[in-house]
């Protein structure tokens, strides 16, 4: 038996969860078959959200699960560019015609799909990405010069929290897109997922008997986002979404994390996403996206 | 005498990385404990952190480099850390860690000016941090009568100075961090 999970025509973080819930119970007995051939569009989010489920399933023991890739050329030349298919080609069994392009000859990849499983890929990422990131946020974005910094140690952060609380490598990827319908205006986004602990099994020994039966994904992610707490004991831990948090007040940013079951976001007033959702189809550990808008009246 | 230790070459000896930034965790404990050694190494009073060759410092590194080097400095040792050569996003990390652990430092910002604090600092203590620097080495009766304070509020900032190590203290004189 295979079980389907459609990639959604246009794949982001608004439409994670439909991705999600086609996996049912998790892990999935049956094989999987990921059908991405009605995608036209996914961003950063969507693309490496559906590595962490390849990855998932491996770490699973399931069977390679299957991979249709999308009908559309145009979809599958962007796919290759962001290195998608690079990764995905270790994880599943491609069923379709893939593209050889070079990665990262887009002008709005900035950094294209890496993985990140130690504290050297880390210092690979930020290196890597700060001369073009100095660029684009201030020609494209309109932000002034000091918060490319900001935006390489909000990077650093997010990238880190793999390292240290997932258990297992994952990926990130920056891109910079227009969102003509949420926003009318450019946005660097920043991805960040793996498939590993997820925050509930990373907090739970220190921080389930504290909330008591409140306890569970939303819990866990309100632990770690709003109150700086860590799964460790050190009082200088849980710093990392803290410097996040106030880059992106400045900047008028936004942070959404997608962990288990829930997902906990810090909302600008120009996005109309909930700042809490819960009960959401399972998805193994965390799913992290940074938002930083061009700034009104600044650079389109 | 001060010891000045470049931390951008530190980087270079302690990480295989062809970047300049100090970022992570282990990073960050891997240039602390090199800094400590050094620190342990030197009869010098006063240790400089140069940033002068460092990229960029993220949350991390900076908790793991300037505030564990405070809260692991032996609070009876007559040893100060400052810093030099911090640009502003470097400071704003530090002054982010700092203000966490409730700690403080000292940058020197150039040859006799004043230099800035970071961390945990009331204006007050500011205020009474930059009498020190300009005036030199003071008592609180001396402090109280420049900036037209009671001896108390004087000598609990004083105290409070020194207790963050931003003053050298020295029977019952507070003395300014050599620059």
């Given at each position: 038996?295979?079980r389907?999970?459609?990639?959604?025509?246009?794949?982001?973080?608004?439409?994670?969860?439909?991705?999600?819930?086609?996996?049912g119970?998790?892990?999935?007995?049956?094989?999987?078959?990921?059908?991405?051939?009605?995608?036209?569009?996914?961003?950063?989010?969507?693309?490496?959200?559906?590595?962490?489920?390849?990855?998932?399933?491996?770490e699973?023991?399931?069977?390679?699960?299957?991979?249709?890739?999308p009908?559309?050329d145009?979809?599958?030349?962007?796919?290759?560019?962001t290195?998608?298919?690079?990764h995905?080609?270790?994880?599943?069994?491609?069923?379709g015609k893939?593209?050889?392009?070079?990665?990262?000859?887009?002008?709005?990849q900035?950094?294209?799909?890496?993985?990140?499983?130690?504290?050297?890929?880390?210092?690979?990422v930020?290196?890597?990405?700060?001369?073009?990131?100095?660029?684009?946020?201030s020609?494209?974005?309109?932000?002034?010069?000091?918060?490319?910094?900001?935006f390489?140690?909000?990077?650093?952060?997010?990238?880190?929290n793999?390292?240290?609380?997932a258990?297992?490598?994952?990926w990130?990827?920056?891109?910079v897109?227009n969102?003509?319908?949420?926003l009318?205006?450019?946005?660097?986004?920043?991805?960040?997922?793996?498939?590993?602990l997820?925050?509930r099994?990373?907090?739970?020994?220190?921080?389930?008997?504290?909330?008591?039966?409140?306890?569970?994904?939303?819990?866990?992610l309100e632990?770690?986002?709003?109150?700086?707490?860590s799964r460790?004991?050190?009082?200088g831990?849980?710093?990392g979404?803290?410097?996040?948090k106030r880059?992106?007040?400045?900047?008028?940013?936004?942070?959404?994390?997608?962990?288990?079951?829930?997902?906990?976001?810090?909302?600008?007033?120009?996005?109309?996403?909930?700042?809490?959702?819960?009960?959401?189809p399972?998805?193994?550990?965390?799913q992290?996206?940074?938002?930083?808008?061009?700034?009104?009246?600044?650079?389109? | 005498?001060?010891?000045?230790?470049?931390?951008g070459?530190?980087?270079?000896?302690?990480?295989?990385t062809?970047?300049?930034?100090?970022?992570?965790?282990?990073?960050?404990a891997?240039v602390?404990?090199?800094?400590?050694?050094?620190?342990?190494?030197?009869?010098?009073p006063?240790t400089?952190?140069?940033?002068?060759?460092?990229?960029?410092l993220?949350?991390?590194c900076?908790?793991?480099?300037?505030?564990?080097?405070l809260?692991?400095?032996d609070?009876?040792a007559?040893?100060?850390?400052?810093?030099?050569?911090a640009?502003?996003?470097h400071?704003e990390a530090?002054?982010?860690?700092?203000?966490?652990?409730?700690?403080?430092?000292?940058?020197?910002?150039?040859?006799g000016?004043?230099?800035?604090?970071?961390?945990?600092?009331?204006p007050?203590?500011?205020?009474?941090?930059?009498?020190?620097?300009?005036?030199?080495?003071?008592?609180?009766?001396?402090?109280?009568?420049?900036?037209?304070?009671?001896?108390?509020?004087?000598?609990?900032?004083?105290?409070t100075?020194?207790?963050?190590?931003?003053?050298r203290?020295?029977?019952g004189?507070?003395?300014?961090l050599?620059?």
């Amino acid at each position: 038996m295979t079980r389907i999970a459609e990639v959604p025509a246009s794949f982001d973080d608004r439409t994670f969860d439909q991705f999600a819930q086609a996996f049912g119970a998790w892990p999935p007995d049956e094989r999987m078959l990921v059908d991405a051939r009605a995608a036209q569009w996914a961003s950063p989010y969507g693309l490496i959200g559906l590595l962490s489920a390849g990855q998932a399933l491996r770490e699973a023991h399931r069977e390679k699960p299957l991979f249709t890739v999308p009908a559309s050329d145009d979809v599958r030349r962007y796919w290759a560019r962001t290195g998608f298919f690079r990764h995905a080609a270790e994880l599943f069994e491609i069923h379709g015609k893939v593209p050889r392009v070079p990665t990262s000859e887009d002008s709005d990849q900035l950094l294209d799909i890496t993985p990140v499983g130690a504290s050297e890929d880390v210092h690979q990422v930020v290196g890597r990405i700060q001369e073009r990131a100095a660029r684009m946020l201030s020609h494209e974005l309109g932000l002034e010069a000091k918060a490319t910094m900001g935006f390489a140690m909000a990077l650093s952060e997010a990238c880190q929290n793999i390292v240290e609380h997932a258990g297992t490598s994952g990926w990130v990827a920056v891109h910079v897109y227009n969102w003509r319908k949420r926003l009318g205006r450019r946005v660097i986004v920043i991805a960040v997922s793996d498939a590993g602990l997820g925050f509930r099994r990373s907090l739970e020994a220190t921080q389930a008997k504290r909330f008591g039966d409140r306890w569970g994904d939303a819990a866990a992610l309100e632990a770690a986002l709003i109150q700086g707490v860590s799964r460790f004991r050190d009082p200088g831990r849980g710093q990392g979404l803290a410097g996040i948090k106030r880059y992106l007040s400045r900047w008028d940013g936004k942070i959404s994390i997608r962990s288990g079951t829930a997902r906990l976001s810090i909302v600008p007033k120009w996005d109309d996403d909930l700042p809490l959702a819960e009960h959401l189809p399972f998805f193994p550990g965390a799913q992290v996206q940074v938002v930083i808008p061009a700034q009104e009246g600044g650079a389109r | 005498m001060i010891q000045t230790i470049p931390l951008g070459r530190v980087l270079q000896e302690t990480v295989a990385t062809p970047y300049r930034d100090l970022v992570t965790r282990p990073t960050g404990a891997a240039v602390r404990s090199w800094i400590q050694k050094a620190i342990a190494g030197s009869a010098a009073p006063t240790t400089l952190l140069d940033f002068t060759d460092v990229g960029l410092l993220d949350f991390s590194c900076a908790d793991e480099i300037v505030a564990k080097l405070l809260l692991d400095t032996d609070p009876g040792a007559d040893h100060y850390v400052m810093l030099l050569g911090a640009r502003e996003d470097h400071a704003e990390a530090i002054d982010h860690v700092l203000n966490h652990h409730a700690l403080a430092i000292a940058v020197v910002t150039g040859p006799g000016e004043l230099p800035r604090l970071l961390g945990r600092v009331t204006p007050e203590l500011e205020r009474v941090f930059g009498c020190v620097f300009r005036l030199g080495p003071g008592d609180a009766g001396s402090i109280a009568d420049m900036l037209g304070w009671t001896l108390e509020r004087a000598a609990d900032a004083l105290l409070t100075l020194a207790l963050l190590r931003l003053l050298r203290a020295e029977a019952g004189t507070f003395h300014p961090l050599p620059t």
